[in-house]
Every structure is written in C-alpha cells, then in structure tokens.
C-alpha cells in the first residue's frame, strides 16, 4: 500500500486529503494517470512530486509505505 | 531554545522570532513581514487561508536555513509561517536573519523569501466577493523550468 | 498616529515600530533592527553610549522619509533611535518599511540605513575595557566630499 | 547673543554642551575658530555645522538668536 496526499485545490477537486492505494512497484507517474481518472481532476499537470517528504522524480518506482504528496504550485510567503 | 523554523495556526509574533536571532556577536537583524493585502491589482481580497504539508514544509524550511548558514557564514535564520484563516493586515510569514554586518542581513533575508516561494509546500487561497481560488505560480513560472522546483538554488548564486 | 520619526531613551519595541507602517494595501514590511555587537574587529565592546541632537535628528530622519516616499510611491517608512547607554544586544535603532511589494521594501530600508549613516546628529560611543571613545566616520570617509553631508540623496539613486 | 550647541567628544572636550556668546554679524567659521581657541578643542576640524536645526555653511553669516550646533562625524544606526 502507499498513501498518497493531496492538497489546495487536488484536495478540494478529489474532496479527500489522502488516499490509500495499493500501487507498490509501479512509477508515480503511473499513480498520477491512476489518480487523474479515479477522481477526474483538472490540476494535475504543474504538480510537483514528493516522496516521504522529498520533491522526486516522476519515473520513480513508488514503494511500499511510500508517502506520496501531489504538489501544486506554491504560493507561501 | 524554541525551533527556528515552524508553520502554526495561531497568530505570529515578530519580537518572538526576531528573539530567536538576536546573538552577542551579531549586530544587525533584518525581518520580513508578509501581511495579508487587501487590494491586488485592484481587487479586493476578503481573506485568505494558508494550508501546508506540514512535515515537508518545515523540512524545505531547514534546508533553506542551510543555505543561507553556506551562503553567509555567521548569519542565524528563523522563518515561521502562518497557516489557516487571515483577515487583512495579518502576518502570514515572518523571516528574521542575524548577522555580524548589515549588507548581509537584507541579502540573506530577501533570499530566504526567493526561496519559500519556489521550494516549501504551503498554499494559499484567496476570497473574494465573487469567489475564491488556489493561488499558484505567484513567481509566474507557468511550469518549473526543470520539472521540478529547483532545491538546490543554483539559480540564485 | 504615534509620530513615525522619534528618539527615545527607552527599549525600543520591534511590534511598536512595526504597527505604525502596518496598512490595509500593504503586503509587504521590511524591518532593520541594529543591535549592540559585542565584538568588533575581534575588540570587546562592553556597553554603548548613543548622543543625539535630538530636535534636528527627528527632522533629518524625516527627511529620509520623505525621500523614501518619493523613491518608492507607496511606501510608508518609521524609524526609532535609541539613545543613552546600552547594554549588548540591545536594540540602537529600528526602521520599518511598508510596500505593496516585496521588493521595494528591502530597498527602501536599505537605503534609509544608509542616510542615517550619513546625514542624522546621532553619535556613539565605545566603552571597551581599556578605554572609551566617541565614533566617528563609520563610512570610512575621512571628510565628506562636498564638505558636508550630502542632504539631497543624489549619490544613492 | 547666538548659541552653540556642542555634542559627543566637543561636547567632552570643552565640558560644556553648550555656550552663549556675542557673535551675531560673523560667519560660521569666525565662530569656529573662536571656539577653537576658547576651548583648545581638537576635534573641529571633521566637524559639520548646522544653523537652527538645518545643515549650513562654513561662509553662512549668523545673526542674532541663531543656534550653530557643531556636528561631529555621525555614528548611529
């Protein structure tokens, strides 16, 4: 299994903040083009991705216990 | 000695972070103060809600304090930053950089700020009278040049 | 409104200074707070003495606010100097800027530092274990170049 | 009568912050030479001079009621 987070409007967009997916072993791009049909979401393609906490590349293979953060573009400060 | 980078949900206080600064051998404090404005071009913000991913937030925090620390030797760094409800005038970030010399202070300040906007995942979300949206991309970037925020600010040498 | 511009014999607060450039159009505030450096060039200062020409240095310091406010339109500048003896780390002066914008504040604080360096009657005094003594000349002009200081600005746009 | 107003090592120098003296109708630097003498100050020579709370010079003729502060190199900030 691995937890995927979302955030600002992902969040509003999927009307949850996290889900729980079993995806271990395949890319986090795989698991954006999951999550874009599962949830219909329009504002996937500027976010960025992080791993447990770490921006990451999207070829990455996702593992399990993976945390997996779908990040928009920032706009603290 | 309280963390020098920190996200909360209650209202911030400047002399608490500039405290966390203040050292014997340095003589100038530089701060910045983000507060919530009420026009934008023109526009009227109601308010606005800051969210975070919190752990990753004070960790991109942490690194840009590293930088800053190999960029001028001898600074100190505090930055917290509000997350939740704002009305306008209130305080949604507070920088303060300590150094032995007062050049160094603005510079290491105003790159610290550079750096939250490209690098921490924190969100804001603007009201007003005819709605409300996300706001990203402040820096206009229409994608990240690389794919990705830069996270190591080369770009800023 | 309290008076933007002052000198006070008092401890100087960073939330006082702060609230009276703090506006509803305003997002941004640059502060610079001089503290007391306890070593200089590897010399240990034990305490401060600052001296003021208190009515003509209220009226220079508002002379920068003028000139600020000509340079950065929008811009809403206060300063408070501390005068009498101070202890290390304490606060010596503190100046705030207010702007729409980011990057007019540091600017602006920056260059009001400056002209406090170079045209306001306030003065200093050293007080090290081996001596005392009255510092001049922080810019390292050995006089000023036209004879006085220049009161115009023109050599920092 | 015209006043001079002394600070920080004038101020020491010549014990006193401040003097009154006949001198209405001669220039700034009359009066600082004068001074120079009265209180064998050594600090004059980087000195500024300012006429009612304003910076002037050293030709300026003062008349009666002027107060002429002498005004060392700055250090504050």
């Not at chain 2, 809600?49 to 004070?58: G, L, R």
Request: glycine content about 6%; charged content about 30%; proline content about 4%.
């Amino acid at each position: 299994m691995i937890k995927i987070l979302l955030f600002a409007e992902l969040q509003e967009e999927a009307g949850t903040d996290q889900v729980e997916v079993d995806k271990a072993g395949v890319t986090v791009n795989e698991v954006k083009s999951w999550l874009q049909k599962q949830y219909n979401l329009t504002a996937l393609e500027n976010t960025m991705i992080a791993i447990n906490e770490s921006y990451a590349d999207e070829n990455e293979v996702v593992k399990d216990g993976d945390v997996i953060a779908f990040i928009p573009p920032v706009s603290g400060g | 000695m309280s963390q020098l980078f920190d996200i909360k949900d209650t209202p911030l206080s400047i002399e608490e972070v500039v405290e966390k600064v203040t050292r014997r051998e340095c003589g100038a404090i530089a701060t910045f103060i983000g507060t919530v404005r009420e026009l934008t071009h023109g526009k009227r913000t109601l308010k606005l809600e800051y969210q975070a991913y919190k752990p990753m937030a004070i960790k991109m925090l942490e690194q840009i304090g590293q930088e800053v620390r190999d960029k001028w030797p001898g600074s100190t760094i505090a930055i917290t930053h509000r997350v939740g409800t704002l009305d306008i005038s209130e305080i949604a970030v507070i920088i303060a950089v300590s150094t032995p010399h007062r050049k160094a202070a603005y510079e290491a300040n105003e790159y610290a700020m550079e750096r939250i906007k490209q690098i921490v995942p924190i969100w804001k979300k603007e009201f007003w009278e005819d709605g409300t949206k996300w706001v990203g991309d402040q820096l206009e970037q229409t994608a990240y040049p690389e794919g990705k925020p830069s996270i190591k600010g080369e770009e800023n040498d």
